[in-house]
């Protein structure tokens, strides 16, 4: 698929990593481009967090470039705000744009000072490599503990023109404090007013990437921007544009939940039947975080009374007598109780690399929620007992 | 230390386990005792949670016996009501007491019918069994995935007569759905009256079994009884009683964190300088359930930035720049920043089987908690990766 007119990219390896591998990289739209952003709730946050929500303000939702580096978080640090500010504004005078229209990102280690010497003096090597082609390159720079870059594509037609959605984003959890951070980039060259973009943006999140879970930790850098620079001239209605970033926003965040740390198995959770869609939510979250239905899970072991005790501490009122469970399509609890199943073929079902959980509450309620997890395997613990040192 | 008189234990193996060993226990006291119990808070409860609560009712807070198996959670079962009052009410006959005055309790698998004619035909065995000195017998025969039988005693001193209180409890998180579950059950020959003990109860509940966390799943059995039998003629202070019991839930408590499921050390998390006790909790909750924190103890890993981001996310307003983290003693992160500190011998402190990690805010806030989790190593994932097949 095409990538969005009017957008270049560029990375290097600027010694921030420990080992030789792109650390820094650079999106650059060709005009100023209407921007908005999500960021992470925690209330520590790292210092581009900080500085990249006062730009935005400053700027009334408008950038021109995303800043990003790996191997370092720049959180709890003396010079935190400092390195963040004078890496970003080195950035504008290379580019001859405002500093308050670039937005500053980092992922990786907290609490550890961040050297932005080397930053600015891989700028020009990186403003030099700045092409049209190097989306991929870019996607492959802000990797940390991901096993696989992590891009996804749309298109929204108008008549026989056609505006275009590319994104890439990084995690290999959501949610993962310390090599800190899902970060998500997504470029259009659609037309959109910044109302827009901010509501879109905000309805997409809230069913992609508040929608996974791999460890249930929030980190302190999370980030995830959207570019729209208008090139293609198309203006899609609010309606389109929505779907398709939420599309977009989907896959990226399906891929996050499929690259969880250490992770084999894909599980998509659908709750149905809740009173509303924030209850269901709940409902898919909590089954989604347990360890021990994503421990039986990675043990392909069909056990549904996990699924059913974690749905009643999810802090949502239901009668456990109304309750059907569904693993891999096939029945495994009906009305509360257990359904009548063959063990092996689930066990063998429960093998492949995409697990389904349907829980469904009888009655009338009409609240219903998608979510995405992994399964949690011995490398989870492998990865993390010692990432630091 | 010797027993709170006026008690006597049984066990038997009844055939509900798979494995022969003991997995039907009685405890008995000789005259009717004043009872209090705190259960699950699970939406999903199992059967006998359901029967001991309508009990303790209808007896107005007395019970004579415990009646309590391992193997089967009895919950999401078909038959578990009728199971569970058919074993209290054979209980009752074969001790001559009223079935309202029997509290069941239950440790297993989730969503598989029980037979309750295993327990009923294992009852003669059962009462014939019935010593003063069976405590621990009881205490092993409760174990499922435990490693260690678990129990804590304390004494009230009242001139030259002494009260005494002793406790057991199984269980390899507080919180484990499928195989269901902490049980703690305490004997007491002290005097106390109904409201004392439940008000007791409640408090000293509230600073140990509600202070633990192995995984953070919530199962559907857990059940934490007090019996108190007077049998001491010993009417200990409210405060001397509770301050006891606590003691004693305290330490049975401790004991089921530092057994959590493939744990190797028991970590001690202390949160000082909140607005409120409620607000350290929910830090210190924060922190331990973090799996990130807990791998990173689990490979000795003094990453201090996972506990200040766990922190961030617990839902409690602070300011970061005013937060010092202790690990083991030593100053790792001192307003928000990383201390000067040796890896190399905070690494060593940390292979230890006590961690400690302390996390002051600094300012006028007087609310502090303790707290206990484990290490999170991969004997987790296979102790659960196939736990029921």
């Given at each position: 698929?095409?990538?969005?007119?009017?957008?270049?990219?560029?990375?290097?390896?600027?010694?921030?990593?420990?080992?030789?591998?792109?650390?820094?990289?650079?999106?650059?739209?060709?005009?100023?481009?209407?921007?908005?952003?999500?960021?992470?709730?925690?209330?520590?946050?790292?210092?581009?967090?900080?500085?990249?929500?006062?730009?935005?303000?400053?700027?009334?939702?408008?950038?021109?470039?995303?800043?990003?580096?790996?191997?370092?978080?720049?959180?709890?640090?003396?010079?935190?705000?400092?390195?963040?500010?004078?890496?970003?504004?080195?950035?504008?005078?290379a580019l001859g744009v405002k500093t308050e229209n670039i937005l500053p990102a980092s992922t990786g280690v907290i609490g550890v000072e961040m050297d932005g010497g080397k930053i600015v003096d891989a700028l020009p090597a990186l403003v030099a490599r700045l092409d049209a082609a190097c989306f991929d390159t870019v996607a492959a720079a802000i990797m940390t503990t991901d096993t696989v870059p992590k891009t996804a594509f749309a298109e929204i037609k108008s008549g026989r023109k056609v505006a275009r959605i590319a994104g890439m984003t990084k995690g290999s959890g959501m949610i993962q404090p310390n090599m800190a951070t899902t970060l998500g980039f997504v470029m259009t060259d659609a037309v959109v007013a910044p109302a827009l973009l901010r509501s879109a943006l905000k309805a997409a999140v809230g069913r992609s990437y508040n929608r996974i879970s791999?460890?249930?930790?929030?980190?302190?850098?999370?980030?995830?921007?959207?570019?729209?620079?208008?090139?293609?001239?198309?203006?899609?209605t609010a309606k389109a544009f929505e779907a398709a970033l939420t599309e977009v926003l989907e896959s990226l965040a399906r891929q996050i939940a499929r690259d969880g740390e250490g992770a084999r198995k894909l599980v998509?959770?659908?709750?149905?039947?809740?009173?509303?869609e924030k209850a269901a939510e709940q409902i898919a979250r909590a089954i989604a975080n347990s360890p021990l239905v994503k421990t039986a899970i990675a043990g392909s072991d069909p056990n549904w009374g996990r699924i059913l005790c974690a749905a009643g501490y999810a802090g949502v009122a239901f009668d456990p007598r109304k309750v059907?469970?569904?693993?891999?399509?096939?029945?495994?609890?009906?009305?509360g109780l257990a359904a009548d199943f063959s063990e092996d073929e689930l066990k063998s079902k429960l093998d492949?690399?995409?697990?389904?959980?349907?829980?469904?509450?009888?009655?009338?309620?009409?609240?219903?929620?998608?979510?995405?997890?992994c399964d949690f395997t011995k490398e989870y613990i492998d990865i993390n007992a010692s990432y630091r040192t």
């Open positions: 698929m095409s990538l969005p007119q009017g957008f270049r990219y560029a990375a290097v390896y600027a010694g921030i990593r420990k080992i030789e591998k792109d650390d820094l990289a650079l999106i650059v739209s060709d005009t100023p481009a209407v921007a908005a952003a999500v960021f992470t709730q925690n209330r520590v946050v790292a210092a581009p967090v900080v500085l990249a929500r006062k730009n935005l303000a400053a700027s009334r939702g408008k950038a021109n470039a995303i800043l990003v580096n790996a191997g370092n978080a720049n959180c709890a640090t003396r010079t935190g705000d400092q390195v963040a500010l004078a890496t970003i504004r080195a950035t504008a005078t791999v460890d249930g930790d929030t980190s302190t850098n999370d980030t995830v921007a959207v570019l729209a620079n208008g090139a293609s001239g198309v203006k899609p998509t959770i659908d709750v149905e039947g809740a009173a509303s059907d469970i569904d693993m891999q399509s096939i029945a495994v609890c009906r009305r492949l690399p995409d697990c389904s959980i349907r829980f469904a509450i009888r009655g009338t309620g009409r609240g219903r929620a998608r979510f995405w997890t």
